[in-house]
């Protein structure tokens, strides 16, 4: 036969194949120690991560489950900075439970709180008091929310408990502080009132509910025109206006008339006050009543200018003669007292006649001394029997004038006399 035999092919060798096993075995391992290692270094860096999250969280974060007891799965170590108790003893209910620190009058409040958000898939806020190791009160706000399963079921709840103790404490004082400006304002007997730019009322105390005799929840919110008559709120809005225009406090007095009906001077004291950017924002008020004070002014002034009058009456007499003298007398009188007729009768030595001596008449008042010269008394009976026992004659109207003194009032009446003052000059 010709054809030739081809050489058969070397099968490999059993060792080298193991040997190669072996190879691969070495280089799976290593790649698994590698991956091993490097997915650990990642869990290391995540978990590490996330403590120093945890550890500056102003608060404690935690995981419990939704019984009666929150029982802790997980609670951060800040928890001890809190209620003075180690997260560890609240783990699994080891020593104790978080109810059992949760105030005894805020234990329900937490349950309907957290249950009623479960059910609506919400998360809840809650503020409510826990007892600290000491025995103090703490005020805790918590944050938290259910987590669930895709079929809806609740697995666990997580969140955050922060202590605003502080907060709390803050707030407490600034409403005891607040309320103690408020009574103080309230009992100062100075109207006090804020206005915004508008000029609604958006604050005033207890003596403008007398002045206006409304309640503030009638007061704030309207401005002057719901409060008081239109002319009476025009003359406050424009002197609001002027003191916006001016940019600085202005005062000025005004009669009020208050809800019983009293009038009253009030002497009004309001300030423009401004934003940080310089925007108006309204106008503060404080109503000074001064009806008293300026009483006593007007008396003093008064008593001042009665001295000064009898102080020159008593020089005229000194240095002028006697008609002179009561001339002058008479006039002063009658601008002192705003009259319009000052004179003087005279009746003779046995009381049955009278003369008007002296006589002064304000501008336009016709003169009556021509008729008043040697009348029989009859003429008027009343006003002589009066001033013969030595009393004063003070008419404000001709209605005071009694039955008995018709002669008088009839010829007061022709006259032109309205109202009257007679003195009797008593001779010693």
Not at 42 to 56: F, G, I, T
Not at 242 to 262: D, F
Not at 319 to 326: E, F, P, S, V
């Amino acid at each position: 036969m010709n054809d030739r035999i081809k050489p058969q092919e070397k099968s490999p060798d059993l060792g080298q194949l193991k040997a190669r096993i072996q190879e691969l075995e070495a280089e799976n391992w290593q790649l698994q120690q590698a991956l091993s290692k490097s997915t650990t270094t990642a869990l290391s860096q995540k978990e590490q991560q996330l403590r120093s999250l945890v550890a500056n969280i102003p608060g404690a974060v935690y995981r419990c489950s939704c019984d009666k007891h929150w029982t802790m799965e997980f609670l951060s170590d800040a928890i001890e900075s809190i209620i003075g108790y180690p997260a560890s003893d609240f783990i699994d209910n080891r020593v104790r439970s978080l109810t059992s620190i949760i105030h005894p009058q805020d234990r329900k409040l937490v349950e309907v709180t957290v249950n009623n958000a479960i059910a609506k898939k919400q998360p809840y806020i809650i503020e409510y008091r826990m007892i600290h190791a000491n025995g103090n009160i703490c005020w805790i706000y918590e944050k938290g929310q259910g987590m669930f399963d895709e079929e809806g079921k609740l697995l666990w709840l997580n969140g955050a408990i922060v202590d605003i103790s502080d907060c709390r404490k803050a707030e407490q004082a600034l409403k005891q502080e607040q309320n103690l400006l408020r009574s103080l304002i309230d009992n100062i007997p100075d109207i006090i009132f804020y206005k915004d730019g508008k000029g609604i009322y958006k604050a005033c105390n207890s003596a403008l509910e007398e002045l206006v005799g409304r309640k503030k929840t009638e007061i704030i919110g309207v401005s002057d025109y719901e409060l008081f008559p239109k002319n009476v709120a025009d003359f406050f809005r424009e002197q609001d206006h002027l003191m916006i225009r001016q940019g600085k406090p202005r005062r000025n007095e005004e009669w009020v008339t208050y809800s019983n009906g009293e009038r009253r001077l009030l002497d009004t004291l309001k300030t423009p006050l401004f934003d940080g950017e310089g925007q108006l924002i309204g106008v503060l008020g404080i109503s000074h009543d001064i009806t008293e004070r300026k009483k006593q002014e007007e008396l003093l002034k008064q008593q001042a200018q009665k001295d000064n009058l009898l102080r020159s009456i008593a020089q005229k007499f000194l240095n002028q003669d006697l008609d002179q003298a009561i001339n002058f007398t008479l006039r002063a009188l009658g601008k002192f007292i705003n009259s319009d007729r000052v004179y003087v009768i005279r009746y003779s030595e046995c009381q049955k006649l009278l003369w008007m001596t002296y006589e002064w008449d304000n501008d336009g008042i016709r003169s009556i001394i021509e008729n008043f010269q040697e009348l029989s008394i009859e003429v008027y009976p009343w006003f002589s029997q009066q001033l013969f026992s030595g009393k004063s004659i003070k008419l404000d109207s001709l209605s005071d004038l009694p039955p008995e003194a018709n002669p008088e009032k009839e010829q007061l009446a022709n006259d032109g006399t309205q109202s009257m003052l007679i003195v009797p000059m008593i001779n010693g």
